[in-house]
């Protein structure tokens, strides 16, 4: 089971969120326990969404040591999407311009045993041109807007360009977003499968900064009826997908 958080750790999760717009409630589910989650849910699997994650990143996870992500991706129909993700922040030390915008917000996630707070700048393409990236004919920084390149600018590590970066990936996964009938919002579920037959469930949801001590009860209630149990190991999507990658780029080079 997954330790509670310490007082300090509460104080520090309720002085983030009282700065963030909204927050993120996520359960890693034990693989074990991914069939019996699904149907507890009562989750439909038809109802899930088709999509590829390409993240991007120096072979030996310089972007992500230094707390920043990027990555697009491809979804269902056609249409894609892209994001320069910083984190941890503090939100009161981003510029308020910043937070003026449609495409950046602030948000902190939860999860058994911790918590993390993130800013993002996001962007919309088109799926063909994140194909057209990935496989070298179009220039990554294309896929993201003016806004977006001067964030990256402004928080990678010196030196490493867009142009430096190497892709990892893609990672297919399924999204789905639910409406139980016993549950007052949507919960979405992720499964995303890795190349070696590994997959990461994640359940979801989301509240507003106000409510989220006692919404976050609420959601802990409704899975723990359901047989969904919160587990020490909280393997994050993005950390799992970069790490995997980074080691097959290393093999693939030792091999050549």
Request: a positive charge; proline letters at 6%; hydrophobic letters at 40%.
């Amino acid at each position: 089971m997954a330790k509670p958080l310490s007082r300090d750790q509460l104080d520090a999760v309720f002085k983030l969120i009282k700065g963030s717009g909204s927050v993120e409630l996520k359960l890693t589910v034990p693989l074990t326990s991914h069939r019996a989650t699904v149907k507890s849910i009562g989750l439909d699997p038809v109802e899930a969404e088709p999509r590829q994650a390409f993240f991007f990143d120096t072979p030996d996870l310089a972007l992500n040591k230094a707390g920043v992500v990027v990555r697009a991706r491809r979804i269902q129909g056609g249409d894609g999407d892209t994001v320069i993700k910083l984190r941890p922040v503090d939100p009161a030390a981003i510029d308020p311009d910043l937070r003026r915008s449609a495409a950046f917000k602030v948000e902190v996630d939860v999860m058994p045993g911790g918590f993390v707070c993130s800013a993002s700048y996001k962007g919309v393409c088109k799926g063909r041109e994140v194909l057209d990236v990935s496989a070298g004919e179009m220039p990554l920084r294309k896929l993201f807007s003016k806004e977006q390149r001067a964030f990256y600018d402004a928080h990678a590590p010196a030196g490493i360009t867009m142009d430096k970066l190497v892709l990892l990936g893609p990672t297919f996964l399924l999204k789905a977003k639910h409406q139980p009938k016993d549950f007052d919002r949507p919960i979405v579920v992720e499964v995303w499968f890795y190349p070696d037959g590994s997959r990461i469930l994640e359940v979801s949801t989301k509240c507003l900064p106000k409510e989220a001590f006692d919404f976050g009860g609420t959601f802990k209630a409704y899975l723990a009826d359901r047989g969904i149990m919160f587990v020490a190991d909280q393997s994050a999507k993005t950390k799992r997908s970069l790490e995997y990658y980074s080691a097959l780029l290393k093999e693939e080079g030792m091999a050549g």
